[in-house]
Structures are given as structure tokens and as C-alpha cells.
């Protein structure tokens, strides 16, 4: 059964880079919202899962929905997950409503993937969707040093219309805590997706 059609629904792709926690606060912000979610997650991302928040996913799509709001105490009711090959998901085509889309994190080979075009895998499929039918795609890169190659990508996708929001949080809230650390790129993030997000701190305010 599909997502209502009503409801805004976003695509979230986790990949491997450091930094799987802003991806998880992330999916359990825009599930607070009543926002349905399209989650895909490379293999990579489900090994960082578990080496960065002790997240041991099951294989299984279905079970890793549910997995994923145990561990983020929300309901999986707005939540669908599908297999790195599952060409019948409505992340793979151009025709489903679907208008946004975030990277988060954003591994080097996943943003090499993207920047070329390669869709073997649904992450870089739905990723090529979102670019080739001019909806909004957010990447959140995350390597250091950065190569020009990686600068070469990030270039070439920002100049497609991508948003580039490198997990690069700043420090002039002072921060007492990761999680706050998280919660500021996360609501970077939400601004981007036009989303509420009234309980952010903002500069100035
Ligand atoms: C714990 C851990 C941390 C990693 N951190 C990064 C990182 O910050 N950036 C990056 O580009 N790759 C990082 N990698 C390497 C990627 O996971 C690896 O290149 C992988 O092939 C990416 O695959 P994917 O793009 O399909 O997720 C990390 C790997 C592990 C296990």
C-alpha cells in the first residue's frame, strides 16, 4: 500500500560517510511532522549505522522500517524502506509525486555516483530522477581533506540546482552538546525542505 497521496512525502537516503546520526534525527524530525518517508540505505550507511549509534538493521526492507522506528520511538506507519535494487519503488521514477529528496549524510563514492550519472543502485537512481526532472535534491557531503575531486562533483551538482549543505555545523550558538551539534545542521536541512521548523535558534532572534 502506498503513502496518502495527501500527505508530503520526502525521499531520505543514508549512505556511508561519518555522521549517520544526522540522518537518523533527521527522519525522526520530519516524522514528528507527519511527513511520509522514502528510506533507502546503502550498505555502507548500515555499517556505520552500527559502528557510530549501535543501529544493527535487519536485511529485510520491511523489517528495517520497523526496526528504525523502534529505535527512534516513532510509528513506522509513515515510514517505507526499499532494497538497494527495487526498481519498483516510486523513488526510481519520474512520475511519482515525489519533489524532494536528501542525502544524509553523503558519502565521496555515493556524490561520484550522483555527479556521473551512474544509477546502479536506487540511491543514485532516485537521486538522477530528482535531477533530471528539476525537483529539489540536498546533498550533505562529509569527507576531509576534500580532493578536487570531490570539489569537482560537488561543483558540477551545485551548479544543477543541488543543494550542498556539508555537514559543517557552527559554533556561535555555543553548543553544550553533540546533539546540539546535530539539531543545527538537521535544521539547516529542514529550511531547505520548506519545512516547519519554528523551534530552531536562529542568529539574530
Ligand atoms: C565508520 C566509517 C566511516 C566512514 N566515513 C566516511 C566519510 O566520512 N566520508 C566518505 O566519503 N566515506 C566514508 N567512509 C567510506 C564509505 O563508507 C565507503 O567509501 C563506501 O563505499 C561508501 O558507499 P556508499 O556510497 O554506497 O554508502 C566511511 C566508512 C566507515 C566504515
Redesign the pocket.
Known sequence: MGHSTKKKQIIIAM?????AAYGLRLIQKLLSKDICLHILL????R??LK??CDVLLPESAKETAIALAQHLECSSENIRCYDKYDWFSPAASGSSNIQQMVVI?C????LA?IANGMSD?L?ERAADVMIKERKQLILMP??TPLSAIHLEHMLKLSRLGVDIIPAMPGFYHRPESISELIDFMVSRILDHLHVDNTEAKRWGE
Open positions: 549512505t556511508g560517510a561519518s555522521g546503502s550498505d555502507a550507511a555499517i556505520v559502528q557510530e549524510p558519502s565521496m563514492g555515493t555516483g543502485q540511491i562529509r569527507e
